[in-house]
Nanobody
Framework: QVRLVESGGGLVQAGGSLRLSCIAS????????MGWFRQAPGKEREFVAA????????SYTNSVKGRFTISRDNAKNTMYLQMNSLKPEDTAIYYC????????????????????WGQGTQVTVSS
């Protein structure tokens, strides 16, 4: 059974940084693309970033480009999201996600392409 566990969220002032981690278990982590999504109160879940299985391809939503960096360490079964220059509008619950099937070198930004989700970690950015 695939399990994803996020950590690293917290309360930070605007302009600060946080590093989220997602530890995966239950299958060969290195074979699958992975993604980060977030959901703010009263809003739909939205794509944040994604990374291919070999880290060669990454993608970001426009609002975080230049501030967030997605990475992974396949030897540790762990994916990361380094978040810098945080803004109050980044406040949300952040989820890591994985697809059921290995699907090439281009990670998806669509939430329905992901089958496994973590429990989420809260990120709160104060102004």
């Amino acid at each position: 059974q695939v399990r994803l566990v996020e950590s690293g969220g917290g309360l930070v002032q605007a302009g600060g940084s946080l590093r989220l981690s997602c530890i995966a278990s239950g299958r060969t982590f290195s074979s699958y693309n992975m993604g980060w999504f977030r959901q703010a109160p009263g809003k739909e879940r939205e794509f944040v970033a994604a990374i291919s299985w070999h880290s060669a391809t990454t993608s970001y939503t426009n609002s975080v480009k230049g501030r967030f960096t997605i990475s992974r360490d396949n030897a540790k079964n762990t994916m990361y999201l380094q978040m810098n220059s945080l803004k109050p509008e980044d406040t949300a619950i952040y989820y890591c996600a994985a697809p059921k099937f290995a699907a090439g070198d281009v990670p998806s930004s669509r939430h329905y392409d992901y089958d496994y989700w973590g429990q989420g970690t809260q990120v709160t950015v104060s102004s």
